[in-house]
């Protein structure tokens, strides 16, 4: 069976092309080798975008289709949309894989509403069900999993980041390149993103970090999640907040993890004062693995922690950012 | 100006959640149904524009019959009157639904149209840039601050690390984050009001869903984990786990 797979990719100037682009790319292959042959097309857009193919090739694409324009240095919701239509419409995937970025996620809902294709979010898992792609995906607080079939073609699939192999890196892969001539219109044009303000860029978005420490309403108070700065810091960690950290002010609303924050499934989730109420598990319960740090010993966050420890934060964190000081 | 909010009646998934006998849905028995949270900042947002820029706030859902309740929520916050499209299809494709209430909404001459930027449970955070690509007008998600004015909106929306900066004119879409701003409470003087504001009913016909749901299963036990000891004494133990069994460090 041969099957197409196209993915969206995007490159991040200093870092290279996103972990989560290299995710959706490990993915692709390992569909194309399920299915034992097709191809993987990778596009890219980008203000630069030409100088990309031979880096996506190493990373697992076959073909390189890249629209370029001084506008796309910063993200163009339409003109990035019009992009991946006219992707889709040279290459006819049976699939098309966005990582679960920002922009992703702004963007799988548009090709799906242009192109009339079926579009599922937070994917964990593709698979292929005889020649139909099938995707997994978590609902309700993560309490049930859902397998998806898409009853049109391209079937859309955003990736939850961090949960995809990437593809070993192969310099000797050749792809073909193919340059996109797009046509913007006017509604393409018509939303602008006029600019963009990091905060700390150090320290990696809770949405996409690998490690990360978590803090909730038994920090006490604001000051205390000073000591998660510092542990995130030894530890390479983005910092995340229950609801009840982000309610009573301590931290922005971006770091926080649950049903009405966000859903991260990292190597290590640290919950450190979070006593594991159902929609903050919602957001955590995918992490490979968990320890919680909490005074008390009934909290349910010890019941789906790998391993627990029972004490003050305020003793047991400083201890902890000792001892892994001591290893390094 | 002419503003619309969308709202769904969503499970309160507080309690245990078990899957239906059909084993494609979850059985709603014993479930209580809530206003999804992410359009409690929708209907606000919708409010504080209308007490800005004047006109009429109009909500409207789709869904069955019970999902007036979650209309009349937001009457009691303070919109003026309700639209219930009408249908008893469990509705888990967010195409499908889009196309519904783009339908609706086509040809009718709105400012601005919220939404929250997902519902919960199917947590799919599509249908308010859906409906903006099928109707041809501008759509953001994810968004945290928000300007409207006669001419257009500006505002910023969520993004790794940051936040982006936008502007557009209207007619417009935007679906907004939580903590856009502070939902009001429904007080009592507004749910009285509510009682009196009409909610038009419409029976709505979905067209064939392209997304669908084959199966829904629990998702594998976690393995059991263990308490390593108390307080500082439990530290060495830990990082030795984490870097010799787990291997995550």
């Known amino acids: 069976m041969s099957i197409n797979i196209l993915v969206f990719t995007e490159f991040q100037e200093g870092e290279g092309f996103k972990k989560s682009s290299r995710e959706a790319l490990g993915a692709a292959r390992r569909i194309v080798d399920e299915a034992g042959g097709g191809e993987v097309s990778a596009v890219a857009v980008s203000d630069k975008a030409a100088d990309f193919p031979s880096t996506l090739a190493a990373l697992g694409a076959d073909k390189v289709l890249c629209a370029e324009r001084p506008e796309f240095c910063v993200y163009s919701p339409g003109g990035y949309a019009a992009a991946v239509v006219a992707a889709v419409e040279l290459v006819k995937p049976a699939a098309v894989l966005v990582p679960g970025t920002a922009p992703g996620k702004d963007l799988a809902p548009r090709v799906s509403a242009r192109l009339g294709a079926p579009a599922a979010t937070d994917c964990v898992a593709v698979e292929l069900d005889g020649d139909k792609i099938v995707a997994v995906r978590p609902a309700y607080t993560g309490k049930v999993q859902m397998r998806v079939g898409f009853k049109s073609s391209p079937a859309i699939l955003c990736l939850r980041p961090n949960v995809f192999m990437p593809e070993p890196e192969d310099k000797s892969r050749n792809a073909e390149t193919v340059l996109l001539n797009l046509e913007l219109t006017e509604k393409d044009l018509a939303l602008k993103i006029t600019g963009l303000e990091k905060q700390d860029s150090e320290r990696p978005d809770v949405a996409e970090a690998d490690l990360i420490v978590s803090g909730g309403r038994g920090m006490r108070e604001p000051e205390g999640f000073r000591l998660l700065e510092e542990l995130s810091k030894v530890l390479g960690a983005g910092i995340g907040a229950s609801r009840a950290a982000v309610d009573a002010g301590w931290r922005p609303h971006s770091d926080q993890v649950g049903q009405t924050g966000k859903s991260v499934s990292p190597s290590l989730y640290v919950a450190c004062g979070i006593s594991g109420a159902v929609q903050h598990l919602a957001g955590m319960i995918g992490s490979k693995c968990i320890v919680a740090i909490n005074k008390d010993p009934e909290s349910p966050i010890f019941k789906v922690a790998n391993y627990g420890v029972v004490g003050d934060v305020y003793q047991v964190l400083p201890a902890l950012i000792e001892e892994l000081k001591k290893g390094s | ?249």
């Open chain 2, 1 to 249: 100006m002419n503003i619309i909010v969308f709202v769904k009646q969503v499970a309160d998934t507080e309690a245990r959640v078990q899957i239906a006998e059909n084993g494609t849905s979850i059985d709603t028995r014993d479930i209580n149904f809530i206003l999804n949270p992410f359009d409690e900042f929708a209907v606000e947002e919708a409010l504080r524009t209308r007490e800005k820029l004047g006109g009429q706030v109009t909500a409207i859902s789709l869904g069955s019959e019970s999902a007036a309740s979650v209309i009349r929520t937001a009457l009691a916050m303070g919109a003026d009157q309700g639209l219930l499209l009408k249908t008893d299809l469990q509705c888990d494709d967010p195409l499908q639904a889009a196309r519904a209430l783009a339908a609706e909404i086509a040809g009718s001459e709105f400012d601005v149209a919220f939404f929250g930027k997902q519902a919960v449970g199917n947590d799919h955070g599509q249908v308010g840039i859906l409906v903006a690509e099928l109707i041809g007008v501008p759509g953001i998600s994810m968004v945290s601050e928000l300007e409207v004015t006669p001419d257009g909106v500006r505002g910023k929306r969520e993004v790794e690390g940051g936040t982006e900066s936008f502007e557009c004119s209207l007619p417009a879409v935007i679906a907004t984050q939580k903590g856009l701003n502070e939902p009001r409470y429904a007080s009592l003087k507004g749910r009285m009001a509510a009682k009196k504001k009409t909610i038009e009913e419409k029976e709505v016909s979905l067209a064939e869903p392209v997304l669908v749901v084959e199966a829904c299963n629990y998702p594998p036990q976690r393995e059991r984990g263990r308490i390593l000891g108390q307080g500082t004494e439990a530290v060495p133990e830990l990082v030795r786990c984490l870097r010799e069994e787990a291997k995550v460090i």
